[in-house]
């Protein structure tokens, strides 16, 4: 048949020679679904984009796929981004280093102090004149810089979900712990005055400035960690009957529809791993020997962070996959999967052929998607692997 097939759609009275019956029929069809095709077209390009490009698990309409996707935002489709890093102690710029060092001449310490300060400086401040001397500036210096992390996680835990039950006053979760945080700072930035005289510029003042320093970032990460507390109960909650129901529907066979399943429960363990985590480091931090954790549980937090941001990838491609594999393996009336066969087979350079091909495409993707994560024997790739610096 090959031989009259001219492989250009524009001589459609010549497409099928001898065969006038399936032109006719190929053509109405085609008419048809042209409507449809050109709606989709767009939204299904973007679903491949976003999922297989590496640039986006992340895209919110890829999450809220499905029939519950209106009233509820799907399995985790509300969750919260995660916060923002932890105000943290920033390598150098900590003043308990210089408080056992000469305070009144010269120090290459002060020296590469106030250059990291200016490094970090946020962004419009002025920057710091680099003089190898302390001042009233370079001491106060540092609170511009807490007060911009502070501004930042409460913009952060603002678009969490409140807290407080049933009868109780809703504020955003590490509300009081970032009110004492401002506390703190304005007790740094207050002790900071003394420094305009550069005759109280003394150990002492550098210690007592080291102290409030800590107990700002002490309980800006206290609030931090609450917020994160929040963020991992949402999503804990992401493997919903919906998203389960998609799972045990889908036409893979059954051993592998239970290995997906199991590898979610693999996940939701993990998040709940790392909310004791957090549940720990905040108690350790509000304890009254808090000093003596203070390191630990600063690096607990950082290893924490990390672990999280490929996790919650992890979540969401966990998500994702089972609706998108659900919507392009939809059984299709036996006619239309007919028509799609022959105009791949016959047309191969036509627009509906190569949506055909795309779609197919993508299926065999989304279909290794969920294979590969239902062929982990344990943990996810993805998932924290390292050990806590905490050992309590």
Known sequence: MGRF?????????VAFLGLPWLSVALAGMLAAQENDAAIKSEERAAFSNSLFDGSGIDVPWVLTRGPQA?????????????????????PGLSLDRLSASDPTGYSPQVLVLQSRLNAARPPGTPELRITGRLDYQTLAFPALILRADLSSLSQELARLPP???????KEAPGATALQKARKALDSFARAALSARDPSRIRPSLLRELSLQQKETERWASIAWLEGDLSRLHVE?????????????????????????????????????????DDQTDARLLESARWRAHYKSVRQAIAVNQRQELVLDRSVRLYEAVPYALSELAAP?????????????RFFPG??????IETRLRRLRQV?????????????????PGQPRPLGS
């Open 332 to 344: 299709q009336p036996a006619p239309k999967r007919l028509l799609e066969r022959l105009t791949v």
């Open 236 to 276: 804990s909650r992401f493997l919903t009957p919906d998203l389960r129901a998609t799972i045990k529907s889908l036409p893979e066979p059954p051993p592998a529809r239970d290995a997906y399943l199991r590898a979610g429960e693999t996940r939701r363990s993990l998040l709940k791993s790392l909310e004791q």
């Open 163 to 169: 807290a407080g039950g049933t009868g109780q006053a």
């Open 367 to 383: 279909e290794g998607a969920f294979l590969r994560i239902a062929a982990e024997k344990s943990a996810p790739p993805s998932a």
């Open 350 to 355: 036509s627009r509906r052929a190569e949506e």
């Open 70 to 90: 209106a009233a509820a935002p799907g399995a985790a489709a509300g969750t919260p981004s995660i916060p923002a890093a932890a105000p943290s102690e920033r």
């Open 5 to 13: 097939l001219p492989g250009n759609l524009s001589r459609p009275s």
